[in-house]
């Protein structure tokens, strides 16, 4: 079974400065998505980025990119600039490419890291 | 963007209640939905997935009978909690997919508070 791990439960930022959370995943498959999810007080999920396992480049979107070290199954996300509206708990997750087995295809989620942004 | 409705956004009810939640996904045909529960702090467990016009495939430990999911059409799900107690109070969030490669769109949540 695929697990998805955040060792920072909490993290703290400097407003305008850059902070990287992380992630780890087990897996046994060679193609799967990972994604991070903002949650932020109001507690709407919202997708921050997405990486295919396949692709080797780093998604990036506006300020977020993420660093996806595929053989070290790391996963880790930047954030630069932040900002006092990035404060929120950040969850990493893990979804398979393929419906092995009969999956779902169901998101796995990390525990989550809560990030507080410091004006 | 794709949008999700989950409603109501807050209950509040007496214990021995069934309260019903409703998924709707508004511009797309979400062929499989799933239903979260989290606790405070906590992460999200998945609770069951549904695919429309079959039975919900629940997760190890989560009450067949005690959450009711149904999933009769391509934009509907809804999770009925069965006679409610103050242990099911909790927030539960609803996701829905169009196709199994497609991005997973998230409800707003519920927060149902049993007194």
């Known amino acids: 079974a695929q697990t998805v791990t955040q060792s920072q439960p909490e993290m703290s930022v400097q407003e305008a400065e850059t902070v990287t959370l992380s992630c780890t995943y087990d897996t046994s498959e060679s193609d799967y998505y990972l994604f991070w999810y903002k949650q932020p007080p109001s507690r709407q999920m919202i997708l921050v980025i997405r990486q295919e396992a396949y692709k080797q480049q780093n998604a990036t979107e506006n300020r977020f990119s993420v660093n996806f070290q595929k053989a070290a199954k790391s996963f880790s996300l930047k954030i630069s600039d932040s900002q006092l509206g990035d404060a929120a708990m950040y969850f990493c997750?893990?979804?398979?490419?393929?419906?092995?087995?009969?999956?779902?295809?169901?998101?796995?989620f990390g525990k989550g890291t809560k990030l507080s942004v410091k004006p | 963007g794709a949008v999700v409705s989950q409603h109501p956004s807050r209950v509040i009810c007496k214990s021995g209640t069934s309260v019903k939640i409703e998924c709707r996904s508004l511009d797309f045909q979400a062929t499989t939905m799933f239903w979260y529960r989290q606790f405070p702090k906590k992460s999200l467990m998945l609770m069951a997935t549904?695919?429309?016009?079959?039975?919900?495939?629940?997760e190890q430990g989560v009450e067949k009978d005690k959450f009711l999911i149904n999933h009769a059409s391509l934009t509907l799900s809804t999770l009925t909690v069965t006679s409610a107690h103050p242990e099911d109070s909790s927030f539960y969030i609803c996701?829905?997919?169009?196709?199994?490669?497609?991005?997973?769109?998230f409800g707003d949540g519920t927060r149902l508070s049993i007194l």
């Open positions: 997750a893990y979804r398979s490419y393929m419906n092995y087995g009969g999956s779902q295809g169901n998101l796995i």
């Open positions: 549904s695919n429309e016009g079959s039975k919900a495939t629940y």
């Open positions: 996701s829905a997919r169009q196709g199994y490669n497609q991005p997973q769109h």
